[in-house]
């Protein structure tokens, strides 16, 4: 099961468009369940997550943690996609600090 991570500092009251671009499985080989965990370093910290076109996420705070999420206890959301489809990974920074992100997304096979 490919497993797509992320971890890198949002700088204050700012937005990364996707943290999943470049990834190997940003785009979906197949049909596909997407499983994705996120924590802040601090509080103040929004995703959105996107397969395709359906918003599973929409501008949500996550939690704060310090390292990648564990799986299934800290998992946010899942969605479903198809071939093809682009795996969007948003992350916000609403404070006027910089936040540390640990973003962590499985690609499972429907």
Not at 51 to 59: H, L, P, Q, R, S
């Amino acid at each position: 099961m490919p497993v797509m991570t992320y971890i890198a500092s949002v700088a204050a009251n700012t937005t990364v468009a996707n943290a999943m671009s470049g990834k190997s499985h940003e785009f979906l080989t197949e049909p596909s369940v997407v499983t994705i965990g996120v924590a802040g370093s601090a509080v103040g910290l929004m995703t959105s997550l996107i397969v395709g076109d359906e918003v599973t996420i929409d501008d949500q705070e996550v939690p704060v943690g310090t390292t990648l999420p564990a799986f299934p206890d800290q998992v946010l959301a899942q969605a479903g996609g198809l071939q093809g489809e682009r795996v969007v990974v948003k992350l916000r920074n609403s404070t006027g600090g910089a936040i540390t992100a640990y973003v962590k997304v499985l690609v499972e096979p429907a």
